[in-house]
């Protein structure tokens, strides 16, 4: 121990580099045990795409017996009832709000003070972090069982990538087909492709979107992103040809913003701040491709882009996270109810 103090006391920089030392491999060990870490997840999700909720994980509330995050039970609905299958992600789901201010829920309340009846009923289909694809597994997996009338899915910006991501997993369709073989050497290499992208962009080619991160469908021109724009129409498609034909019920598609398409003052602490331009000027290129489709797609497509210009209302999300708050639920829910109430018989 002495001889170690005298090595320092005569030169008193080395223990400057000997900290240093310690900094960095302490730093660099952290970041090998966060991307060991981000890899296993990683795998986990691989494995198991449609990560549906279960009863028993605390981080889920308000579930049914089939895991819905509903009251209803599927035995306790009426063939005379009016019953409507609304699918999305986790603003369908209600992020940060309790089962019965979710904007399913909301939406059942206000249909059924407009109409006067009690005998309509918003069953929740959505899960955090959803896509159009897994919507679409569950529907074809539950949703005759819920005696639906109508089925409705909300589009989020998120869904673009993840869409992409869980069908290509699913599909095993091109690099995917490794992938699913090798998760976790395929995180590392998705990760090093990141770090490159402002560079050389190879995450594209391999991942079949851009490894920038954040809303980058919402930063670069809708040419660059159409094929993320075309897969996600083409699962609607199927989740319209399966309403129709197996289910028997129509299909309406709502297209709402976030708030940073229309406004630059909600969410100002937002955990996601940086990962989208507000107001940018591609921030509404979903829009822009959705109009292209509007008069040859078989299926209502509502776009609410406008009704959240209009709102009149503030704020309609949390301050430190993008998803709606209670008053933005009930706005959410109170527009959807005017475009579905022409199908309420």
């Known amino acids: 121990m002495q ?3 005298g090595y320092f006391r005569r030169k008193p920089v080395r223990l400057a580099y000997a900290l240093l030392w310690l900094l960095a491999t302490s730093y660099l ?3 090998l045990l966060m991307l060991a870490f981000q890899a296993e997840m990683f795998a986990k999700l691989v494995a198991d795409p449609d990560h549906r909720m279960q009863r028993d994980d605390p981080h889920f509330s308000g579930l049914n017996s089939d895991n819905l995050r509903t009251p209803h039970e599927a035995a306790g609905l009426r063939d005379s009832d009016f019953n409507i299958l609304f699918l999305g992600d986790s603003f369908v789901y209600g992020f940060l709000l309790s089962s ?6 909301q939406l059942e309340l206000v249909l059924r003070e407009r109409f006067g009846r009690n005998d309509i009923n918003v069953i929740n289909f959505g899960w955090t972090s959803s896509s159009p694809i897994l919507s679409y597994r569950l529907l074809q997996e539950l949703g005759a069982k819920y005696k639906p009338d109508l089925v409705l899915l909300a589009l989020d910006m998120s869904d ?3 869409e992409w991501f869980y069908k290509s997993v699913i ?3 091109g690099f995917y087909r490794y992938v699913v073989q090798y998760p976790r050497s395929s995180y590392v290499l998705k990760r090093l492709l990141e770090l490159l992208e402002p560079a050389y962009d190879l995450h594209t080619p391999l991942f079949g979107y851009s490894g920038a991160g954040g809303y980058f469908v919402a930063r670069q021109p809708l040419e660059k992103s159409q094929n993320l724009f075309d897969d996600i129409h083409d699962t609607l498609l199927q989740i319209n040809q399966y309403s129709r034909d197996t ?3 129509p299909f309406m598609v709502l297209i709402p913003p976030r708030h940073w398409q229309y406004t630059d003052k909600e969410a100002p602490e937002s955990w996601e701040n940086g990962g989208f331009d507000a107001l940018g000027p591609y921030a509404l290129e ?4 959705f109009a292209s489709k509007q008069a040859g797609t078989p299926f209502p497509l509502a776009p609410m882009l406008e009704d959240f210009r209009q709102a009149g209302q503030f704020p309609l ?3 430190g996270d993008s998803h709606w708050n209670r008053r933005g639920a009930r706005f959410f829910a109170e527009r959807v109810a005017d475009r579905v109430a022409p199908l309420v018989r």
């Open 3 to 5: 001889a170690l103090v």
């Open 29 to 31: 060990l952290y970041a």
């Open 100 to 105: 019965e201010q979710s904007p399913p829920a």
């Open 160 to 162: 673009y990538r993840d």
């Open 171 to 173: 599909q095993r369709r």
């Open 247 to 249: 289910l028997q019920v």
């Open 286 to 289: 979903n829009y822009r491709y």
């Open 317 to 319: 999300n949390f301050r």
